[in-house]
């Protein structure tokens, strides 16, 4: 029987640059939200973000795309990821069976907004100047195919904040069909004042802290960073010795076909996406024993997340771990279930659950068990993971340990 | 036992005309999609011509409702899907639920909406902005407003990857049905003119006329220097066969492969750059099951790009040698341009309705090959011949080489 497996992770996130950095961060339950700094928000009503700290790219690029875009993010995560994989300085692979997929939301819009700012007249004067900064989003993969080496078929997922789990799922297809040896997947984002405008003026942004599963949940906090995840063929993971980190052994694809901003509030596409994942998995809900919700912190989707949990797992949900990593590190969009996918390899390492911080007041309509606060050691072999974008695009994926 | 996968609707709203049947009467009468801009003020720039999408009336396919807050490449991809849609006979209340998905490839998707948003920002008051404004913030957005119009529950998807994007949401949605996924898929393509997008191609001197001297879109053509870009969207209805057989509905044609090759950020040799090309075609083939002499005709990429057509003619003759003349090659982006993340799926509606009607479309713009280039190009007019099996070839600036083989239904 055909399995994909993870060999290797990365990331870059609000609360740490790298795996060790980050994985801290999470069990201290570490807050990365902080005063805007990339862009000027007293024209808001809100100012605060989950900003990536202190990054620097040690190394010198001698590609100079790199040095201002979301490349830089992604291209760290995919280095981290590749030297755990031990596929870094591999010689022996046919480069043509590697593929790429990373999801994003903005893609190269944090460049494009820097030059505008700088200089308004631009817009109708020398115009030209600031889009020959812009990249098309498949120069992503372009950047990462020539640093890593890689030859097999390469795509961009713009699937808003399921983007990264739409890249698993691309990648996970063409594994099981033996058309790839080993998928580069993940997604990442910056935070474009665009993107901030755009919730902002939905009224879907925190004032001071992300608070999913709270009565007084005031809304999400916008993030910035990169997950990357080496998903290989298992019998391929197997001959070449890789240490491998977890199976990826489903996903399950929904749209609401509902409306634009607002989840269904049955949750029919969310329910739909979680039962379909777990068939494709073979696992019984029952088994299932964490849950990485994508519990923004709006009003709306934690609680019609909740509902849509019980619906499929019925009375079972009470007992389900099930926290929201976006309390930390805020909603990272295209690189969210890419992040959040990465965490759940993490928690089947470590077996311990990061919590779901600034948890103050319990909300009767979001009465599962959400990790609150505190980190918390338990014995865990099978873990889904949630996004559910706007537009009512959904995507579940389901990590276990390889047995 | 991967399931079948048939094509029972089609879609285009495309510069020779808005529906698939103007669309192809255009390519068969051998006219011109590409005209002086209107939609951008060029008065500063050399390339001037492009294949602009003119007159078209979304209401008759969208209703009224709304349509102001909608952008053009979501009205674009809409009414593409509603006529696709319409042509299949299947049912739009929402009744498939699950059972029909949407892929669609899109280069930069709704980037030149979003920056709009972003002027909007930086000129007034960023707290007043409307929120209606803000529904096309997400490079995604118009396939979100097609989820929702048309009710579609299943996997929705939208796939970049350059000038290949079409191609590989098609190979995408198929797989999806071959998986099980669906038993219906709307999938193809969008893209928007926008100034955004002219200065990306304008500053990277891919665009015709660029120097100075003749602005053409002359494929595999002396005179070529560059492409004339284009706009439009182009709508397939895949269906599983089994469902499309019980319903009885009218099967325009197969998907029988895909090979897809990458030689992406690399400075690669023009040498490397031709084999990935025709292994594509070898991997779509042998995927098909289909040898290149049973192959009928051929969908070239080629778009007037000085460097690419000749990549792309090469790989052509190291794949058949001394039988070249053998294969007919039409080349369809002499008359709508380079419509770059839609561009693959415009090639397939144009194949596929060659299949249907035993009529190949040729090349305009042409008036002398390379001295090397031995293909045989589809030119002066149409060419009649019976065809079963067709190979869509389809390349991108990065790397991406993307090839399918579409088949008459037997």
Redesign the interface.
């Given at each position: 029987m055909a399995k994909v497996v993870i060999t290797g992770l990365g990331l870059v996130t609000p609360v740490g640059t790298g795996l060790k950095k980050s994985w801290e961060s999470f069990i201290q339950g570490r807050d990365g939200a902080n005063e805007m700094k990339s862009f000027d928000t007293s024209?808001?009503?809100v100012h605060r973000s989950c900003e990536v700290k202190d990054f620097q790219l040690d190394v010198e690029l001698e590609n100079q795309i790199i040095e201002n875009t979301i490349h830089k993010y992604v291209y760290y995560a995919a280095r981290e990821a590749m030297r755990e994989s031990g596929l870094m300085d591999d010689r022996n692979s046919d480069r043509?069976r590697f593929g790429i997929a990373i999801g994003?939301?903005?893609?190269e819009?944090t460049p494009?907004?820097r030059l505008?700012?700088k200089d308004?007249s631009l817009?109708n004067n020398g115009?030209?100047k600031i889009?020959?900064a812009?990249y098309?989003?498949?120069?992503i993969?372009?950047?990462?195919?020539?640093?890593f080496n890689?030859?097999?078929?390469?795509?961009?997922?713009?699937?808003?904040c399921s983007s990264g789990n739409?890249a698993i799922a691309?990648a996970y297809?063409r594994l099981m069909?033996n058309k790839l040896d080993v998928a580069m997947v993940g997604g990442g984002d910056m935070i474009?004042?665009?993107?901030f405008?755009?919730f902002?003026?939905?009224k879907a942004l925190a004032p001071d802290k992300c608070q999913p599963f709270d009565k007084n949940r005031k809304g999400l906090m916008i993030g910035e960073g990169a997950g990357i995840l080496i998903m290989e063929r298992y019998e391929y993971a197997k001959k070449r010795g890789a240490t491998i980190i977890a199976e990826m052994a489903g996903y399950g694809?929904?749209?609401?076909?509902?409306?634009?901003?607002a989840p269904h509030p049955e949750g029919?596409?969310a329910v739909?996406c979680m039962s379909d994942a777990l068939k494709m998995a073979k696992i019984n809900p029952l088994d299932i024993g964490y849950i990485n919700a994508h519990g923004t912190g709006t009003p709306h989707n934690d609680k019609t997340e909740t509902a849509a949990i019980k619906r499929v797992f019925g009375g079972r949900a009470y007992k389900i771990p099930c926290s929201s990593t976006k309390s930390m590190i805020g909603h990272l969009m295209g690189a969210a279930s890419a992040v959040e996918s990465v965490i759940c390899c993490l928690v089947l390492r470590h077996g311990i659950i990061p919590p779901t911080i600034n948890y103050e007041t319990p909300d009767p309509e979001c009465d599962l068990d959400i990790v609150p606060n505190v980190a918390r050691e338990v014995k865990v072999s099978r873990i889904v993971n949630n996004s559910f974008a706007?537009?009512?695009?959904n995507a579940t994926t389901i990590f276990s340990k390889l047995e | 036992m991967k399931k079948r996968v048939v094509i029972t609707g089609m879609g285009a709203v495309s510069p020779l005309g808005n529906t698939k049947e103007e669309f192809w009467n255009g390519l068969v009468g051998g006219k011109s999609g590409i005209a002086p801009m209107v939609s951008l003020d060029l008065s500063s720039y050399k390339s001037k011509l492009g294949g602009e999408i003119r007159d078209l009336q979304p209401e008759i396919h969208l209703g009224k409702k709304g349509l102001r807050y909608l952008n053009k490449g979501t009205l674009f991809l809409g009414s593409a899907t509603k006529m696709a849609l319409d042509d299949s006979k299947l049912p739009q209340d929402?009744s498939l639920e699950?059972r029909i998905?949407?892929v669609i490839g899109?280069?930069?998707?709704n980037?030149s909406e979003?920056?709009d948003?972003?002027?909007e920002?930086?000129?007034g008051?960023?707290?007043e902005?409307?929120?209606m404004l803000?529904?096309d913030?997400?490079?995604?957005?118009s396939?979100?407003?097609v989820?929702?119009i048309?009710?579609?529950?299943?996997?929705?998807?939208?796939?970049?990857?350059?000038f290949t994007s079409s191609l590989?949401a098609i190979e995408?949605a198929s797989?999806m049905i071959q998986?099980g996924?669906a038993k219906v898929m709307i999938a193809g393509g969008v893209e928007q003119i926008s100034?955004?997008l002219y200065?990306?191609f304008?500053?990277r001197k891919y665009l015709s006329g660029i120097k100075g001297g003749l602005e053409i879109s002359a494929p595999f053509d002396i005179q070529r220097n560059g492409f004339i870009m284009a706009e439009g969207s182009y709508i397939i209805i895949l269906e599983e066969l089994q469902h499309a057989l019980e319903r009885g509905a009218v099967i325009y044609g197969e998907i029988k492969g895909f090979g897809?090759?990458?030689?992406?950020?690399?400075n690669y040799s023009t040498l490397e750059r031709v084999s990935s090309v025709e292994k594509a075609m070898q991997e779509a083939l042998r995927n098909a099951a289909i040898k290149k002499e049973d192959l009928d005709c051929m969908s070239a990429n080629a778009s007037g790009c000085k460097i690419q057509d000749p990549i792309e003619a090469n790989a052509i003759q190291f794949l058949y040698g001394e039988d070249v003349k053998h294969i007919p090659i039409s080349a369809i982006k002499s008359n709508v341009g380079e419509s770059y993340g839609t561009a693959g799926a415009a090639q397939l509606v144009s194949t596929v309705m060659s299949i249907n009607t035993g009529i190949i479309p040729h090349i305009i713009n042409h008036a002398e090959k390379e001295p090397e280039n031995n293909l045989n190009l589809v030119l002066g007019k149409p060419l009649q011949k019976k065809i079963n099996h067709a190979i869509i070839n389809n390349m991108?600036y990065?790397?991406?080489n993307m090839c399918m083989v579409v088949s008459r239904f037997a």
């Open positions: 024209l808001y009503k043509e994003t939301l903005a893609a819009l494009f907004e505008l700012r308004t817009k115009f030209d889009v020959a812009v098309p989003p498949n120069s993969t372009s950047i990462l195919a020539k640093y890689f030859e097999g078929p390469a795509m961009i997922s713009l699937n808003a739409h691309w297809d069909d474009p004042q665009t993107e405008t755009h902002h003026n939905l694809l929904s749209c609401d076909g509902f409306h634009m901003t029919d596409g739909k706007f537009g009512g695009n | 929402g699950d998905g949407i899109s280069s930069l998707g980037f979003t920056t948003y972003f002027y920002i930086i000129r008051n960023p707290s902005l409307s929120p803000s529904y913030v997400a490079l995604n957005s396939i979100n407003y989820s929702v048309f009710k579609v529950k299943g996997p929705v998807r939208t796939v970049s990857a350059g590989n995408d797989r998986n996924m100034i955004d200065l990306i304008y500053l897809n090759t990458y030689i992406g950020g690399k991108d990065e790397g991406n």
